[in-house]
């Protein structure tokens, strides 16, 4: 499959996905982003073209990726001409119709994973979910998400939403708690890097287990002690209290619930 | 080191420390744990003996490992003699003087991780930290962990304590975010594994990197019209909206503050 693809957009995911197209055979004919220097960076990597004008933006590719903050949609698209080229958008939460305007081949190709610049990612594990209103443009988006992902799946817009919050609590909560966790210890002069066994361990064990089953600590024994301890201990700590409150409740009930 | 260990206690911490110091080199003598079937079946393992009850428990051992819930020491401790014996416990949450009581050789001994019977570790990974009033049962705790993990630490029991809400944070409630997405999931019928490759990505990133530049997604962008949509697609989910809101706010407090 020959194709040329411009990127719209010149972030993390953007930066992830053009440069494992590329690998596997597609040509990245230009890359849009305002900031020029994002635009140059990825530009220099995939040997291709750049703009940092909407209106720059190339007329000769065959697909064109949305890869954009949700906000900058239409700040960007209205600018550019895309009326009979397939238009498709990499955003989770998203619904396919926020393109509907903008070109009448339009789609979706979600990769689900968090993207770093600096943090290399297999691509080829990482589920990618298409949309579209016409199977044409559905199987055309399969074909291509193949060649990147061994794990393609099609997924409507409704449910990508709530796959989408599935995903901030396992990922964007799951690493703010990382987060927390590091301010803790550095205010006992604890090195976080005590934790990392134990953080690893606990992502590998649900690849194995159902999460529910494999939840330990205080709150699924409901050991009121060590709760009442805790909350005590970094009462004045940001709003962690509460916070471990509302979690271990929670922890708590659902567990209640599976008895 | 030719020593003979005693177990109180055979739940998920004893059954992989036992098993580790027996790998070794150690002899476990025997197991005590109120439940029968875990006694004797922690014993199978370590080819030691078992009990069930307090007063049964073998006055030979020259050290003690307490590993019960915390809530279990004040029912068990009480009966047993071990005046003249090393006793450690293995409980993050609890100070060393719980055992002042109990001996007056006492010390902590404590693993950070999350076991489960069935899942095996690689207990050379594992963090030991270690606690003690004496010198010489401070270091010779210390030679005991060193035998079974490459990372042994000294840490008092003020800071464990922190240590251990930590751990909470970093596990336990990762792990409950990990059961709220795949509830999520469930309900719209979307298979659990496609969330394990961000869940591993997620704990693999901040292996190299620190949680608040590993950050990413709708809160630390602060995008208001992602995050009142999501809320607003699980009001109706147990508490999940209530969750949602407090941890987007933490993270986008967090995060204004680095700026």
Redesign the interface.
Known sequence: MSLNICFIGAG?LATHLSKNLKKSGFNILQVYSKTEKSAKELAGILNSGYTVSPEGITSDADIYFVAL???AFDEVLPRVNLKNKILVHCSG?LPISVLEKYSNKIGVFYP?????K??E?DFL???VFVESGSKEVENFLVEIAKKVSG?V?V?NSE?R??????????????????????E??K??E?P?D????????????????????????????F?E??IS??VN??KDF???A???N??S???F??HQKLK
């Open positions: 993390n903050k949700d906000s939460s689900l994973q968090t993207f770093s600096q943090c990612v594990t990482i589920p794990s799946l997924l449910k939403k709530y796959l989408h919050i599935a995903a901030v609590f396992a990922c964007n909560f799951v690493n703010h708690f990382y987060m927390v966790a590091a803790i210890l205010k006992e604890i976080f005590v934790l990392k066994p134990l953080i690893l361990e606990t992502a590998l064990k649900v690849q194995k287990m159902e999460p529910e089953k494999a939840q330990t600590g205080p709150a699924v024994r050991d002690n060590i301890a805790h201990e970094i940001n709003n962690y509460e916070l471990y509302s979690i409740k929670s922890i009930e659902h």
